[in-house]
């Protein structure tokens, strides 16, 4: 786009009170902007005045308060993550004062009755800001507000005690050499040690994952299993209980018949009965792979142990899984990880992302910018006229109080801003892999790197005008699909022949045999995967229904013990399952995209997957919208046809 553009980084903050103080200003300020835009008269309201001066005043409170979120999820300070968490409840309790605010609602309404002919995204503006009013109530009588604006407050600050719990909790499980046995020596070499010899295994995933998957013991894996579904069991189950009974409140006082209702009316779906269609058909056709499946592993698990009465449980999902496709298919997912060390696997990734999207990545040098914490490093983004697009961080290995999973955060959302200037994106893209050199990788983190980037794609190439339509800013029920799409490279041979090489021995590549095995063995699996997916969507959508549960753990504990394989007895399950905030009655989003996604790669797959021009019309019209259009129609304008789900079951084997 011929727009002119700028790229600026963030600085940030190092001290609690450097962290208070941001957000004090930040509201300040806002409350000055807020009666600028509520004091107007009827006569004088245009279209700037109003939904632009939201708009510019979201996208500042947005730069800033990302700023403190990521800080809460990343920093290495306990203090500075404690500090950062109550300036998020702060802000986020004006953030509600602010959008009841009478004046403002009035004057946008006034603007909208003036009728002026509006088009693209700036009618999607208006008529989703109009939307958004009245999903908060402002239109409802004012003590109905005012319960509104308690009950939001309460549940702002309950999620994000909630996510912090779960963030800072921490527990091991002490092993013996013998109770190892099955994970590699140099696994066990770089685990810690207690004074009298035993080993430490956290619920990190780079300790807790191998552990599940290679742990020959049955005990071993039982015990960290039970470890891990008791995440933040002490301080979280009556959090979720207060969450659910409140998001129950909120969605009554608003005339909906539950959460589920209230949440998905936003979404592509629009109903929740449309979800649930969409996953009983979607088990349906599962099942019968399913209990394909779970015989095979079954059957391994009884030659195994020598019980012909032994049953597969949740922690043998993994390890079984495991050894099914290397007794079967010869895939050996602990030696796959000697061909993907990390730095190589970078190279490989960032030449192949440069060539299909027609863009450049440049690593800044270290000290040439602000960061908050000596692992991360700073890339910028360009197309190929050497004009800057925006910028990521990455911050790739685990340590103690860091969100414990793989997320892409927003920083600097992308927006054309007052001068006609459009400020370009910045994200940090944070993940767990290990630390220990050669930082090897698994199979299943580079496609977590594939997915992620994605979304880091999604962010960074967005040319929508408002911070409102930005980048990821999409139905949440297709925020998944541009990352899920990406996800297909990390299973094709030529694709790994670039990003893979032995650690050791550089002329030793993955074979074209073995990939196809992989992609067999993924097939193999796909039922209980998606399976898996589907219970964990059905948990979420059940404790958020029309009839309100007394215990969600236990309600999230059945369903998917009914529908996957039973929660191991006495834990909870829920109270440290951390989509609950920000997915709640949206975790069916990931198996809905996947349908998107693989629709989306077939045409890669006639075309070629380092097809340019394949790879700028996924830019031009999946990337750089945003939510500036209808999602349908985003996916419709890069698929020349309407979605079908026939690729995703063919890519499942089915």
């Not at 300020?29 to 004091?39: L, P, Q, V």
Request: with cysteine; hydrophobic share 35%; net charge negative.
């Amino acid at each position: 786009m011929n727009i002119p553009s700028k790229l600026e980084l963030p600085n940030f903050e190092t001290t609690p009170d450097g962290i208070s103080t941001l957000v004090d200003r930040l509201i300040e300020k806002s409350k000055a902007r807020i009666k600028e835009i509520g004091n107007q008269s009827t006569a004088d309201v245009t279209f700037k005045s109003t939904l632009v001066a939201l708009d510019d005043l979201g996208w500042e409170e947005g730069a800033a308060i990302s700023r403190v979120h990521l800080l809460h999820n990343v920093s290495a300070n306990e203090d500075l993550r404690k500090a950062a968490q109550e300036a998020i409840v702060k802000f986020q309790n004006w953030s509600i004062e602010r959008a009841y605010d009478p004046k403002v609602y009035a004057a946008v309404k006034s603007y909208s009755e003036k009728k002026e002919k509006l088009e693209g995204e700036e009618k999607k503006l208006l008529d989703e800001t109009l939307r958004d009013f009245k999903r908060i109530g402002l239109d409802l009588p004012l003590n109905k507000q005012t319960r509104l604006k308690d009950l939001q407050k309460k549940l702002s600050e309950i999620e994000t005690q909630f996510s912090s719990a779960i963030n800072e909790y921490q527990d091991e499980l002490l092993l013996s050499r013998e109770e190892l046995e099955g994970l590699d020596e140099d696994f066990i070499k770089n685990l810690k040690t207690t004074e009298n010899g035993k080993f430490r295994v956290s619920l990190d995933y780079p300790e807790y994952l191998p552990v599940m998957e290679f742990a020959k013991l049955e005990s071993t894996r039982k015990q960290l299993s039970i470890k891990k579904n008791n995440t933040a069991k002490e301080t979280n189950t009556t959090r979720l209980s207060d969450m659910v009974v409140l998001r129950k409140e909120i969605a009554e006082v608003l005339g909906y018949s539950s959460w589920n209702h209230y949440v998905i009316e936003e979404r592509m779906a629009k109903t929740p009965e449309k979800v649930f269609d969409f996953l009983g058909g979607f088990e349906k056709r599962l099942r019968p792979k399913v209990d394909r499946e779970l015989e095979q592993l079954q059957k391994l698990k009884r030659e195994e142990t020598h019980d012909p009465k032994a049953e597969i449980k949740t922690w043998d999902y993994y390890h079984y899984a495991s050894l099914y496709k290397k007794k079967f298919y010869e895939v050996d997912t602990r030696s796959l990880r000697e061909f993907f060390p990390l730095d190589h696997v970078l190279t490989g990734f960032f030449k192949l992302i440069e060539t299909l999207f027609s863009i450049h990545f440049i690593e800044q040098k270290t000290g040439s910018f602000d960061r908050w914490h000596d692992d991360v490093r700073l890339f910028k983004v360009t197309d190929l006229t050497g004009t800057e697009l925006g910028a990521f961080y990455l911050d790739l290995f685990p340590r103690k109080g860091k969100y414990g999973h793989a997320a892409a955060f927003g920083l600097i959302e992308g927006k054309l801003l007052p001068g006609g200037v459009y400020q370009r994106p910045v994200k940090a893209m944070v993940c767990n892999f290990s630390k220990e050199a050669p930082h090897l990788l698994s199979h299943a983190e580079v496609e977590t790197l594939f997915h992620e980037f994605g979304h880091i794609l999604h962010g960074i190439l967005t040319w929508a005008k408002y911070s409102k339509f930005s980048g990821t800013s999409v139905a949440w029920d297709f925020v998944e699909a541009p990352s899920q799409v990406l996800e297909n490279w990390a299973w094709d041979y030529d694709i790994l022949q670039m990003i893979a090489k032995h650690y050791k021995d550089p002329k030793k590549k993955i074979s074209k045999d073995l990939v196809e095995k992989m992609n067999e063995a993924l097939k193999a699996g796909a039922g209980l995967f998606y399976l898996r997916q589907v219970s964990f969507a059905k948990a979420d959508l059940s404790i958020h229904g029309k009839t309100l549960t007394k215990d969600p753990v236990a309600l999230i504990n059945q369903v998917i013990s009914e529908t996957f394989l039973p929660v191991p007895e006495g834990t909870s399950l829920g109270a440290g399952f951390g989509h609950l905030v920000g997915y709640a009655s949206g975790y069916y989003g990931y198996a809905w995209s996947d349908v998107m996604a693989a629709d989306m790669f077939s045409l890669f797959q006639s075309a070629g997957l380092q097809n340019k021009d394949l790879g700028l019309r996924l830019r031009k019209e999946i990337y750089e919208p945003g939510s500036s259009r209808d999602e349908n129609v985003s996916l419709e304008s890069f698929l020349k046809r309407p979605l079908s789900y026939d690729s995703f079951f063919e890519s499942i084997g089915l």
